[in-house]
């Protein structure tokens, strides 16, 4: 739901971008200012929401002198922001063969932790690896059952 509302209000936000007569700093302001807060409004870090901020009011003071189409550098500008807040500032837990490995799922009710554990050790299995599930749901009896 919320990634929807936030896909919605940003590709409104770029909508408005390309209906604009002209794109000058004060259109910008507004532009990212819709973008910024559906990002806040999605929970997204401040600090990285203030990142994207600089950054494409950097690029469009840069490339205004340049002479670029401003509405595809901005598009461009944020379309590059959003994807490097979704990357990954560590590598992935790659397990060690021959020691213990533990891995511990946390989740909210119903959002497909055991059927993902499951799959988890299932994927190890098959290449090769011993794997074990431990059931600590002690409010859910059927937890039990449904690792079987």
């Known amino acids: 739901m919320v990634l929807a509302e936030l896909g919605n209000k940003i590709s409104s936000a770029l909508k408005n ?3 604009a007569d002209v794109v000058n ?3 910008v302001k507004k532009f990212l200012n819709e973008i910024v807060t559906a ?3 999605a929970d997204v870090n401040v600090h990285q929401v203030k990142k994207l901020r600089e950054n494409v009011s950097l690029q ?3 490339q205004q002198q340049e002479g670029i189409d401003p509405r595809s550098m901005i ?3 944020v379309v590059d922001e959003l994807t490097a807040m979704l990357e990954p500032e560590r590598k992935p837990y790659k397990p060690k063969k021959g020691k213990s490995n533990v891995v511990m799922y946390v989740g909210l009710q119903g959002s497909g932790k055991t059927t993902t554990c499951t799959k988890y050790a ?3 299995q098959k290449k090769g690896w011993r794997t074990s599930l431990v ?3 002690t409010f859910r009896a059927g937890a039990f059952d449904q690792l079987k």
């Open 17 to 19: 971008l390309s209906k």
């Open 25 to 27: 700093e004060e259109t």
């Open 39 to 41: 990002l806040l409004q």
């Open 60 to 62: 469009f003071k840069m």
């Open 75 to 77: 598009k461009k500008t």
């Open 122 to 124: 299932y994927y190890y």
């Open 135 to 137: 059931c600590a749901d």
